[in-house]
C-alpha cells in the first residue's frame, strides 16, 4: 500500500513540475494509530525527499480531526493558505484525475487578484493546462451527423467535494 500510493504521488508531482506547476508542497500525515507509528519509517522511505512526511504525536490533537477529514483524504491549499478542496474516498483515489484537476485548478485560479506568491509565467502554464483540457473534451466530443449540424460546448463541470 505505501509503496503504490507514494509511486503514483510521485508521479503526479513529477507530472504537474514537467507541466510547469512548480514551488507546490506536498505533505503526507501519518496517521495517529500505533500501527501506522511503527510503520512511520517505511511510509517515510517510499515517498521522496521532495514529499513531506509528517509524523503524528500520539498525545497531541489527531490532525485529521483537526481538519474535519480523514486518514486517505486530500486537503489541497491554495498559494495564500486558503482550502480549495477537500477530496475524500473515491475521489482521493491516485487512479483517478480529481487530485490532479483539483490541484491545477487551485494552483491557476485567480481569485485574489495580484498576489505576492504567484509564480512568473504561471499565465502561460495555466492557458497550456486549460488548451490541452479543451483539446481532450473536443476529440471526445461527438460528431454531428445526418443533414443539420450544430455546435456542441463542452465545458468541464468543476465541483468543490
Same mark, same amino acid.
Given at each position: 500500500c505505501f509503496f503504490t500510493?507514494?509511486?503514483?504521488?510521485?508521479?503526479?508531482?513529477?507530472?504537474l513540475e514537467n507541466e510547469g506547476l512548480v514551488n507546490i508542497s506536498y505533505?503526507?500525515?501519518n496517521h495517529q494509530g500505533p500501527y501506522s507509528q511503527r510503520k512511520f519509517h517505511l511510509l517515510k522511505e517510499s515517498v521522496s525527499d521532495y514529499i513531506? &512526511? #509528517?509524523q503524528q504525536d500520539e498525545q497531541q490533537a489527531d490532525v485529521w480531526t483537526t481538519l474535519n477529514g480523514s486518514k486517505d483524504d486530500f486537503l489541497i491549499y491554495d498559494r495564500c493558505g486558503?482550502? &480549495? #478542496?477537500?477530496l475524500g474516498l473515491p475521489y482521493s483515489f491516485l487512479s483517478f484525475q480529481y487530485v490532479e484537476e483539483s490541484i491545477k485548478?487551485?494552483?491557476?485560479?485567480n481569485k485574489c487578484g495580484n498576489c505576492s506568491y504567484t509564480e512568473p509565467g504561471i499565465d502561460d502554464v495555466c492557458e497550456n493546462i486549460t488548451k490541452s483540457a479543451d483539446e481532450k473534451l473536443a476529440?471526445?466530443?461527438?460528431?454531428?451527423?445526418?443533414q443539420h449540424s450544430h455546435?456542441?460546448?463542452l465545458r468541464r463541470h468543476r465541483h468543490h467535494h
Amino acid at each position: 500500500c505505501f509503496f503504490t500510493f507514494s509511486t503514483r504521488l510521485e508521479d503526479l508531482r513529477v507530472k504537474l513540475e514537467n507541466e510547469g506547476l512548480v514551488n507546490i508542497s506536498y505533505v503526507v500525515v501519518n496517521h495517529q494509530g500505533p500501527y501506522s507509528q511503527r510503520k512511520f519509517h517505511l511510509l517515510k522511505e517510499s515517498v521522496s525527499d521532495y514529499i513531506t &512526511v #509528517y509524523q503524528q504525536d500520539e498525545q497531541q490533537a489527531d490532525v485529521w480531526t483537526t481538519l474535519n477529514g480523514s486518514k486517505d483524504d486530500f486537503l489541497i491549499y491554495d498559494r495564500c493558505g486558503r482550502l &480549495v #478542496y477537500h477530496l475524500g474516498l473515491p475521489y482521493s483515489f491516485l487512479s483517478f484525475q480529481y487530485v490532479e484537476e483539483s490541484i491545477k485548478i487551485a494552483y491557476c485560479e485567480n481569485k485574489c487578484g495580484n498576489c505576492s506568491y504567484t509564480e512568473p509565467g504561471i499565465d502561460d502554464v495555466c492557458e497550456n493546462i486549460t488548451k490541452s483540457a479543451d483539446e481532450k473534451l473536443a476529440e471526445i466530443e461527438p460528431k454531428p451527423t445526418g443533414q443539420h449540424s450544430h455546435q456542441h460546448n463542452l465545458r468541464r463541470h468543476r465541483h468543490h467535494h
